[in-house]
Nanobody, 123 residues
Framework: QVQLVESGGGLVQAGGSLRLSCAAS????????VGWFRQAPGKERESVAT????????YYTDSVKGRFTISRDNAKNTVYLQMNSLKPEDTAIYYC????????????????WGQGTQVTVSS
């Protein structure tokens, strides 16, 4: 069983930055692909950014490319999401999720989920 705990959400003005953290309890963290997902009211959960278990490959949804950066520190069992140039449309609950050797960005391929952290961007 893997537990994930997100932190770093909050209220920020448009154009501002936040850094989300996802701390995992996994014994062998390096074998987990970790994704950040978000869900806004009335919308489906969408993949935002993923860092694959191999460590070198990443994925970003088009709307965040050039603004968000995902990274991982396997020694600290932590994945980060640096969010810059935030927009009101980035407002959502952000979740991190993990899956062993997962090669997909679809939410159904992730076995473990955090409780979520609210990100609110004001205009």
């Amino acid at each position: 069983q893997v537990q994930l705990v997100e932190s770093g959400g909050g209220l920020v003005q448009a154009g501002g930055s936040l850094r989300l953290s996802c701390a995992a309890s996994a014994r062998t963290f390096s074998i987990y692909t970790v994704g950040w997902f978000r869900q806004a009211p009335g919308k489906e959960r969408e993949s935002v950014a993923t860092i694959f278990w191999s460590g070198g490959n990443t994925y970003y949804t088009d709307s965040v490319k050039g603004r968000f950066t995902i990274s991982r520190d396997n020694a600290k069992n932590t994945v980060y999401l640096q969010m810059n140039s935030l927009k009101p449309e980035d407002t959502a609950i952000y979740y991190c999720a993990a899956g062993v050797y997962t090669t997909s960005v679809h939410p159904s391929n992730y076995d473990y989920w955090g409780q979520g952290t609210q990100v609110t961007v004001s205009s």
